[in-house]
């Protein structure tokens, strides 16, 4: 599903919907170089195998995916934890030690392609529903003494405001860097295509919980309209830059409440894991699942060959 820009869109208002066709495994390769940016949402976090570590990057991610299918040559520079900053101007302090470098340095003017799944950490979306399922991860995972560091790390986590929305202003600035990205790799690569893929939602539109998706009705609420926000901020962006925002049909029968789920439900290792056990659990939560990332793979692939 592509949210094509119209000749004037209204803020947060959607584009004109076009339903992409299936795709096709006849198809020829496409030649090119194709960089793909984001935050976990893209990376894949908890999806095996690991060619990532410092920014727990999947192997089978949608990127992957996608330049398997169509023959692009991949660079994926995307990295759980980052912000719009971090693919404009900042390096992403990342796990392990080190940093990653902006992620707009991997766009050179030979790119054929660019994908751009980002802004839910500037907006809290998946923080926020993690702090809101604090209880049951300490509940679930942890012994009756946790050592001093698990403990920390939680505290860390729930210390979060759990029901805070982002304002108008939040949502504003988020609209504005999603631009400045897309702007960015069109001058640096004008000859790419360039999409901004969005984030597939964990609750349903009516933020209906479930075991998987532990959080109160209050905080559930907040969070699908903190969602909202975020796809109704990256059509905006897309509107305003002249290209697609891709969606991925059906995906609000997908979520971790749903047979079938795009997403995963919240995870918690045995009781008594180690830090790392633990954290890598927390760390895929509320995030696609394969299932998912192929979801979204074939629809940025049906886009490509259009």
């Avoid at 592509?2 to 096709?24: K, Y």
């Avoid at 496409?30 to 793909?36: E, I, M, S």
């Avoid at 049951?136 to 805070?164: K, M, Y």
């Avoid at 075991?211 to 969602?227: K, S, V």
Wanted: hydrophobic share 40%.
């Amino acid at each position: 599903m592509i949210f094509r820009p119209a000749a004037a869109v209204p803020a947060f208002a959607c584009a004109l919907m076009v339903t992409a066709p299936a795709v096709g495994h006849a198809e020829p390769p496409v030649a090119g170089r194709y960089v793909a940016m984001g935050s976990s949402y893209a990376a894949g976090p908890g999806i095996e195998p690991v060619q990532g570590a410092g920014c727990a990057r999947s192997d089978r991610n949608y990127a992957h995916q996608v330049a398997d299918a169509t023959g692009f040559t991949l660079t994926d520079v995307t990295c759980s934890g980052a912000t719009t900053a971090n693919l404009l101007s900042e390096p992403r302090q990342i796990s392990g030690g080190g940093t990653a470098a902006p992620q707009i340095d991997a766009v050179t003017e030979d790119t054929g392609l660019v994908t751009i799944t980002i802004g839910g950490n500037d907006l809290g979306l998946i923080g926020g529903m993690l702090a809101s399922s604090c209880g049951s991860i300490a509940g679930r995972a942890l012994p009756a003494a946790p050592p001093d560091e698990v403990t920390g790390q939680l505290n860390t986590l729930c210390g979060r405001a759990a029901t805070t929305e982002p304002s108008s202003a939040d949502i504003e600035r988020v609209t504005q860097a999603l631009t400045d990205i897309v702007r960015a790799v069109q001058d640096k690569a004008p000859g790419a295509t360039v999409l901004l893929v969005e984030y597939l939602p964990v609750l349903a539109p009516a933020a209906h919980t479930c075991p998987e998706a532990p959080l109160a009705p209050e905080d559930a609420t907040a969070t699908r309209r903190t969602y909202d926000a975020l796809i109704a901020a990256t059509r905006r962006a897309a509107a305003d830059t002249g290209v697609d925002s891709l969606a991925v049909p059906g995906a609000d029968t997908h979520t971790a409440c749903s047979p079938g789920p795009w997403v995963n439900g919240l995870i918690a290792p045995a009781p008594g894991a180690a830090l790392p056990d633990l954290m890598s659990a927390v760390g895929s939560s509320y995030h696609p699942n394969l299932a998912g990332m192929s979801a979204v793979a074939q629809q940025v692939t049906a886009a490509v060959r259009r």
